[in-house]
């Protein structure tokens, strides 16, 4: 048993020693072993044209930001509907006789509609159609 053990330390040793001298002789000597990489180059030459783009990528997640522009939206459509059915009572009213009435509110109504194709004016995406189409 104790002899096993000598010559695997023997064995074991030779090894090491070895590594170490290769590894010392690639660190000193690197032109022998990486002739390639120390090689003289020529000058660069054109630059080639550019290749196509590639394809688009999925789009990303709904951020926090257009969360709450639809959320803010959503709220601005809904007092833009009730104020629709308001003005509709009205107009039935103006049949009847009181036409100033149905004026200020048509007023009302179109400075409503001209605030949210403001707001909307700075959106892209869906918002930006609904932009275009509404106003």
Same mark, same amino acid.
């Given at each position: 048993?104790?002899?096993?053990?000598?010559?695997?330390?023997?064995?074991?040793?030779?090894?090491?020693?070895?590594?170490?001298?290769?590894?010392?002789?690639?660190?000193?000597?690197?032109?022998?072993?990486?002739?390639?990489?120390?090689?003289?180059?020529?000058?660069?030459?054109?630059?080639?044209?550019?290749?196509?783009?590639?394809?688009?990528?999925?789009?990303?997640?709904?951020?926090?930001?257009?969360? #709450?522009?639809?959320? %803010? *939206? /959503? +709220?601005?459509? @809904? $007092?833009?509907? #009730?104020?629709?059915? %308001? *003005? /509709? +009572?009205?107009? @039935? $009213?103006?049949?009847?006789?009181?036409? %100033?009435?149905? +004026?200020?509110?048509? $007023?009302?109504?179109?400075?409503?509609?001209?605030?949210?194709?403001?707001?909307?004016?700075?959106?892209?995406?869906?918002?930006?159609?609904?932009?275009?189409?509404?106003?």
């Amino acid at each position: 048993m104790h002899r096993r053990w000598i010559a695997t330390t023997a064995v074991s040793l030779t090894i090491a020693v070895s590594s170490a001298g290769v590894l010392t002789w690639v660190l000193v000597n690197p032109h022998y072993w990486f002739p390639g990489a120390y090689a003289e180059k020529g000058s660069r030459g054109d630059p080639g044209r550019r290749g196509p783009a590639g394809p688009q990528g999925p789009p990303g997640p709904v951020g926090p930001g257009a969360a #709450s522009a639809i959320g %803010d *939206l /959503s +709220s601005q459509l @809904d $007092d833009l509907s #009730s104020q629709v059915d %308001d *003005l /509709s +009572s009205r107009i @039935d $009213d103006a049949e009847t006789g009181t036409g %100033d009435q149905a +004026s200020m509110s048509l $007023d009302d109504v179109a400075s409503t509609v001209q605030g949210i194709c403001d707001g909307l004016s700075g959106y892209g995406g869906a918002f930006e159609d609904i932009y275009l189409t509404a106003c």
